[in-house]
Structures are given as C-alpha cells and as structure tokens.
C-alpha cells in the first residue's frame, strides 16, 4: 500500500543559465547550519570542478540535503546550458518538485521554457522563485507575467499554474513572498517548499525498486550510482537484480556494498534507506544511467525517458605532428580511447564511435560548448591529441531527403548592433522569426537557423556586439537541409618551413594578416601562424632570418616592431578551424595545423576536390 514520508522533500532547483541557481543552493545550505558559524566557504561551493568555478556554470548536477523544521530536504543543483540538458532530463526523476529561478531583470529566457517544459511533462509542482531582486533595473512585477505566460504557453495544469511565487536575491540572502515584506533570511522559501512540494509517496513493503538517474565515479571506489528509493527499502549486503526499461534483455545479480545519504555537502554512510530517500550506492561495476535495481524474486524496471541525441561531432585523433608527443603525458590511441569511454560512465549525451582507422573516434556530444568541455578536462589532464572541426549529425526523411538539426537562438544585443547581427545570421541561413524591445536600448531577436550556421558564430558575435551582446539557443528539432554555408571567409598563414619563429620572419608575415603566435616558437611546416584578411591560403616563412654582411649587424632586429599575436582560447580555435585544418591539443599548447602538412600534397589535395 502507497504511502508518504513526511519528513522528506526532493527538489531540483531549474533555471536558466545565470539565474543564480548555485549562488541560491549555497544560501540555503548555510542557513541551515549546514556550515560551522566560522567556517570559510567557497562561492558556488557546489561548482567543485575547475572548469565550473572558472567559467561560472555548472556542468554536471549536484546533490546536496539539508534540515529544516525536522524534514530533510534533499536538493539536486542542475546545469543551465542546453548543451548539458540531458543532465536536467534524468534528475528530475528523483524529485517531486522543482524551484524554478527566474532572473528579476532578464525574466523568462529560452532555457526557463526548456527546463519548465521537462518539469511539467514530469507533472512537478513547481515554486517560482525570482531572483535577484535587489538588483537596480529589477521588474518583478513584469517577470511575473512572462513566468505565467510561459505556463499557460506550455498547457500547464490548473494546479501548475496555481504555483507560489516567491522573491529573493540569493546574493543577499534573504527571501520574500511579498515584495513588501521584511527582507530577513530564507526561512519564507524552505516555508513554501515544505508547503507545496509533495512527499515523496511508495510502498515501504513492496519489493525494491530504486532508478539509477545519475552516476558519479571514484578511483577508489568505481562507480556510484544515485537514485531514489521508490519503494520497499535498501540495505547494505542486499542481492538485488539490475535491469533497464530500454533493454529487456539486462538481468544481473549484484550486490550493494556500501550505501550512502546526503547531508550537507557530504556523503554520509547508513545501514539502510526507506522510499522517497536520494541514495548512493558503490560496488557494482555494471551500472548504468537509466537501469533499475530491484528484488530478484520480480525484476520490474522503472520506465525512463530516453536522452536527447547528440547533434554535432568531430573526430579525435592521436597527434601524428613533428611536435607530437613531447609535451603531453598521454598520447596513444589506447589512452585516448580508454578515456573517451570512461567520460561514458557520467555523461549520457555523449557517444564515443570507433572508426575504420584505429587512431581515430568519433565523438558526438549536444553542443560545441559541450565537446569543448571534455577537450578542456582532457588537456588538464596530461592528454594530447588532435581535434578536427565540429559537423552536424544530418538525418534522412522517409523520402531520402536530408534533414539537419535546427536551433532556436535568442538574442539580445544594443540597438545600434541589431543590423549587423542581422546580416551576418541571415549570410549563415538564419531566419528572423521576431524583433521586440528589451529594456533601455536594448533589442531582442529571436532566430530559426540550422545548427551548423551558428557553428565558429560566437566570436564574431562578440566582435560585432563589442562583446555587450546575450546569445542563447535551444535545440529546435529537425528540418529540410538549408543550403550550402559559408563559414569563413579568411584564408590561413601557414608555416613553409619547421624551426623557432623569428622577429624579422614574424614581421614580414604581418604585413600579410593577423599573427597567432610570437617570436621564439616552435613551428613547423604546415601549422597554421595566422589568418589572412583574403580568402585565399598563403605560405610565409617565420623562421626567416636576415641575411648578415659586412655593413649590417645582427642587433639592428630588434628596431622591428611586432603586432601583439592573437592568442585564441579554446573555443575561439575550435570555431576558427576550417575542414582542411585541425587543432592540436596538448597540455601546454593550442595549435592550429592543416590535416595534410606537405604543401605539394596539399595542393594535390586542393585540386582533386574542385
């Protein structure tokens, strides 16, 4: 018989990207108690990995607990980029509600409708919390609205749009469910989530049955699988059977070793778990994203959405460079490959393809930033390897007709930009589907464009914005092929010959572009040093020195004066690399290079593919 347990509660705190859902976390862990009153504490202490904290996102979903009033409330901090959606996607089957973050100034952007939409297909009760009310050019009372057309957008139930509104800035602390309340501590928000988010509900005698919706890994311990219990109850030493809704085939006998609860920011070990507990369960190796466990006697798997396929890939390959292997730790095909599948084990969006040629995989992920992510751990890492340039996953219709991935993209830019930003998308088959003011000066645009217009977009669109520009965008499905693209329309500098780039070489090659490397180098022929204001490819010698005689000394370089090199960030480099090119990665470097090295061939290469 289905009952509730009263003293839990399990949400997920959705939002758009920068909403301050982390910052929001943090908050109610300290009020709390979860922190000693002298303990230092990081910002966005939920943000543990390096490329969280640095680039202020959160990439993969958290789990954290706390204590109020005698409940424990487990709550699950999500990613707010769509490229991580397939995270928000699973968690939310562990929660019965959700706190939805929507920023007090920039109101209801393309993510809120992404994330809302899986909460209430799900049929969550959800709690708006609008944040950052404190904040000079805030209009609450305006985001309200949008939140409620948003609901009534996405056929949201009477219940669902019956949802308490509350107001916070999650930077000061405090929250309100009136605007003219008194601005103390959180306690009006834990109040609406013990009021309006529901118990979670089971059968504490039926069988076990506990959905894996997400997978940590450990180098000590392996993989640890999280999940809620949905009924009957999980102890250590219990046998129990994996199986998966997606595969009827799957029946496996295993054991739990060791069994876990949240509590703070810890993992706390416990003897046994009852319904609606969020667990952590180590020891079974075969663990998968999506899989059941249950009691042998009747193995019934808990049905599970299936993720959202991946729509841009690009190839990873061993660094086959004249400067191949002496700056990374991990080189060879093996390394790489075995590395590439263990991203398997926590990220379901990915898929990892063996190729024909052993040195190569193809990689497939939801997005640039994405893909961008793993090359970024991998370098840190010790790893060293080539990437090629990101391409669309096209499909076909039932006619053989070739379909591609479509974005929704979202911008908001100064008016004096929105001509520009116009041109350049419409150059990259980007439709203007509608244009209306965004706050003092600002105008929002809302684009249909195929994935692969947007793919090397992002910095030009800074460019053109003076980087005061917003671009968001959401996967919209997809459609008919658009026509052909052209992405770039500068040609690459490229070394003629190996050495250690020199200033008199470096100076004559900037008359003809933009440098991306210094004097003292590393080169070799066929790197790419800079890029070419034309179209066209040209090769120049910066390892060329100049010639001594009697009247002219060594010392009379260092009059030359030199252009500082455009140094690109990852991304940057990823979005400038051409099909012909590809970037090399190591742990200390970042370099462009053309797949075939030898000019002559090259130039072969060129001809045969007119």
């Known amino acids: 018989m289905k009952t509730t347990r009263e003293d839990v509660r399990n949400i997920a705190i959705i939002a758009h990207v920068d909403h301050g859902k982390t910052t929001l976390v943090d908050e109610l862990l300290k009020q709390s108690g979860v922190f000693r009153e002298n303990q230092e504490v990081a910002e966005r202490v939920m943000d543990s990995n390096d490329i969280e904290r640095e680039r202020g996102i959160t990439i ?18 999500t990613p707010g980029h769509a490229d991580f959606g397939g995270e928000v996607e699973r968690v939310l089957k562990m929660v019965n509600g959700v706190i939805l973050v929507v920023d007090a100034f920039e109101g209801a952007m393309p993510q809120t409708k992404f994330v809302l939409q899986k909460a209430l297909e799900l049929n969550l009760s959800v709690i708006v919390c609008i944040n950052k009310i404190d904040r000079p050019e805030a209009r609450p009372g305006e985001v309200i609205d949008e939140v409620l057309e948003l609901l009534l957008e996405l056929d949201a139930s009477d219940e669902q749009l019956d949802c308490p509104f509350v107001f916070a800035s999650a930077k000061g602390g405090y929250a309100v469910k009136d605007l003219g309340d008194e ?100 020891g079974i190796a075969d663990l998968h994203i999506g899989d059941t466990l249950c009691s042998p006697e009747h193995p019934d798997p808990i049905p599970f959405q299936k ?12 660094n086959d460079s004249p400067l191949a292997g002496t700056e990374g730790k991990y080189v060879t095909s093996r390394h790489i490959r075995d590395r590439l599948f263990r991203e398997l084990n926590t990220d379901v969006s990915l898929r990892v393809e063996e190729t024909e040629d052993a040195d190569r ?88 464009i195929p994935s692969r217009g947007l793919i090397g977009y992002r910095g030009d669109f800074l460019t053109d914005t003076k980087g005061n520009g917003v671009m968001n965008q959401l996967f919209d499905g997809y459609a008919l092929y658009k026509g052909d693209i052209q992405y770039r329309r500068q040609g690459s500098l490229i070394a003629f010959e190996s050495g250690e780039s020199v200033t008199y070489g470096l100076f004559n090659a900037q008359e003809r572009g933009n440098l991306f490397i210094g ?37 009379s370089d260092e ?52």
Not at 200 to 219: K, R, V, W
Not at 522 to 530: D, I
Not at 540 to 546: A, D, P, R, S
């Open 60 to 77: 993969l979903s958290k789990n954290t607990a706390v204590f109020y009033k005698g409940t424990k409330i487990n709550i699950i901090d």
């Open 361 to 448: 995989f193809k990689v497939s992920g939801r997005g640039e930033l994405h893909l961008s992510v793993l090359i970024e751990n991998m370098r840190r890492e010790g790893y060293e390897f080539a990437v090629s340039k990101a391409e669309v996953i096209y499909k076909q219709d039932e006619k053989g007709r070739r379909l591609e991935p479509m974005e929704l993209v979202y911008i908001d830019v100064p008016d004096e930009f929105s001509g520009t930003v116009i041109q350049k998308l419409s150059l990259r088959k980007g439709e203007l589907q509608g244009m209306s003011p965004s706050g003092t000066g600002y105008t929002r645009m809302e684009f249909s």
């Open 519 to 555: 004097a003292g180098e590393k080169v070799y022929a066929g790197m790419v040093v800079g890029s070419n204001a034309k179209a066209e490819d040209i090769e120049v010698n910066v390892c060329k020195t100049k010639h001594l005689t009697n009247t002219r000394s060594s010392g």
């Open 183 to 282: 601005k103390k501590d959180m306690k009006p928000l834990f109040d609406t989530i013990l009021d309006h988010i529901p118990a979670p509900e089971g059968d504490p005698d039926a069988d076990t049955q506990i959905l894996i919706s997400t997978i940590d890994y450990n180098e000590y311990v392996g993989r640890i699988g999280v999940g809620k219990v949905d009924n009957g109850s999980i102890r250590v030493n219990q046998e129990v059977a994996l199986v998966n809704h997606h595969d009827p085939d799957k029946f496996k006998k295993v054991k739990v070793s060791r069994l876990y609860e949240f509590d703070g920011l810890e993992k706390v070990e416990v003897a046994e778990a009852k319904i609606g507990s969020i667990v952590a369960i180590s």
């Open 307 to 318: 993720i959202s396929e991946p729509t841009i890939a690009m190839h990873f390959m061993v």
């Open 559 to 610: 009059a030359l004066k030199l252009v500082p090199p455009i140094v690109m960030s990852l991304e940057q480099a990823l979005d400038f690399i051409d099909a012909d090119e590809l970037l090399e990665v190591t742990p200390e470097h970042l370099r462009l290079r053309k797949k075939i090295l030898d000019s002559r061939m090259r130039k072969r290469a060129g001809a045969q593919n007119k």
